[in-house]
């Protein structure tokens, strides 16, 4: 049975051999995909970007700015727009060639999903298997949880059209 929701059966492929895996699938998406190394490295991917868009959104919002016109706006969906197109595009493009560049690693490597070999940093070779786990396990709860906080100060901010740390009762 399931460790998140016990009372549903755990899914063929989900064996407990990946980091965060709780048995948790309700959809069926373990099934339709034939290679869950892949859906985790995009479940790492869209983690990543979520947590540091959080972060970016609180800084722009109550961070300081730098002074002139595009930056001016406190607006984290604003800003996107302020800084123009070709700022954009450079944004998109550069990340483009990283996404290229992991490409092969991604799709065919051997490497654990979410670890670039030589990007480790310097402090990882020290680190034993135990604390490795650990870390894999804490980098995607934390994924999750910054998927689920974006969608949350995407809400706020769209649709209550609230600062992020507005908590005044509407």
Excluded at 126 to 155: N, S
């Amino acid at each position: 049975m399931s460790k998140s929701i016990p009372f549903l059966t755990v899914p063929e492929k989900l064996d407990g051999s990946m980091p965060g895996d709780m048995g948790f699938d309700p959809m069926g998406l373990s099934d339709i995909q034939t290679d869950l190394r892949y859906a985790r490295w995009a479940e790492l991917k869209h983690g990543r970007v979520a947590m540091l868009a959080v972060v970016g959104m609180v800084v722009q919002e109550y961070g300081p700015h730098l002074p002139g016109d595009a930056y001016a706006t406190t607006d984290p969906f604003e800003a996107i727009s302020s800084v123009g197109f070709a700022s954009n595009i450079q944004t998109l493009l550069a990340i483009g060639c990283i996404e290229l560049a992991n490409w092969e690693e991604t799709i065919n490597g051997d490497s654990r999903p979410g670890v670039l070999p030589g990007w480790e940093g310097s402090g990882w070779a020290k680190k034993t298997d135990a604390q490795k786990e650990k870390a894999y396990e804490q980098e995607i709860v934390h994924a999750r949880l910054g998927m689920i906080a974006f969608i949350g100060a995407t809400h706020q901010t769209f649709l209550l059209h609230k600062g992020l740390l507005d908590f005044s009762a509407p």
